[in-house]
């Protein structure tokens, strides 16, 4: 298994709060990729990164921003927080940018 | 926008029971891959194919890439509880700056 976990797992919020999602992997794979996944939706890709300090956004970027300082660890940050970002987040990795492997996901929810 | 659609979504059957389900789209792709997803956890890779054809089994799971690359089937032979979970296919367009794209998914429930 990819070693690659989440934090937190689980999250309550009160709307119009910051947020941040970490992401840290002990692979070495060059890309990482935040999800969000919502029934009737599927898996939407937020925000992917190609290495350190290179980011760029997917489909549902909005209301979304992420960093990536070190290759090990990847963040996303809802800045103010709302209640249609409640969700279940999954950060994956890929070495070559196509097989994924997935964290074990956060369950976020805003109030 | 290219689009992936699985069907069926959902799939109950009986234990025993043989199934297939399909992930198609009017594009080609370079490769594709099958995940599966159990409550509660993230998808795992079960398979990646990448030539038109292309025939891969992983134990009672046989996956077949189309021949234009545009479709892919996952088959499941003897279906057990155990292969209960969500079906993901995922698939890499042509274009190397597109990201891979995911299909929503085809829930499947085995009945003992």
């Known amino acids: 298994d990819a070693g690659i976990t989440q934090s937190p797992r689980h999250k309550v919020t009160e709307t119009g709060t910051p947020v941040t999602l970490r992401c840290h992997q002990t692979e070495n794979h060059r890309y990482m990729y935040w999800y969000r996944q919502d029934p009737g939706h599927g898996l939407r890709l937020i925000h992917y990164?190609?290495?350190?300090?290179?980011?760029d956004k997917g489909e549902v970027s909005d209301g979304y921003s992420v960093s990536r300082s070190k290759t090990e660890d990847f963040l996303l940050t809802l800045e103010s927080a709302t209640s249609s970002q409640t969700s279940v987040y999954f950060c994956?990795?890929?070495?070559?940018?196509?097989?994924?492997?997935f964290g074990p996901g956060t369950r976020l929810t805003v109030t | 926008t290219q689009l992936l659609e699985q069907s069926p979504q959902f799939l109950s059957i009986q234990e025993g029971e043989n199934l297939t389900v399909y992930c198609n789209s009017s594009?080609?792709?370079?490769?594709l891959q099958w995940y599966r997803q159990e409550p509660g956890e993230g998808p795992v890779l079960l398979v990646t194919v990448v030539t038109g054809g292309e025939v891969k089994k992983l134990k009672r799971l046989t996956f077949q890439f189309g021949d234009a690359r545009k479709d892919s089937s996952l088959h499941i032979t003897a279906a057990q509880p155990g292969d209960t979970g969500l079906y993901l296919c995922a698939a890499l367009p042509m274009n190397r700056d597109d990201k891979i794209i995911f299909g929503k998914g085809t829930r499947l429930h085995i009945l003992p």
């Open positions: 594009s080609v792709f370079s490769s």
């Open positions: 994956a990795i890929s070495l070559q940018g196509y097989e994924q492997y």
């Open positions: 990164s190609y290495g350190v300090k290179d980011t």
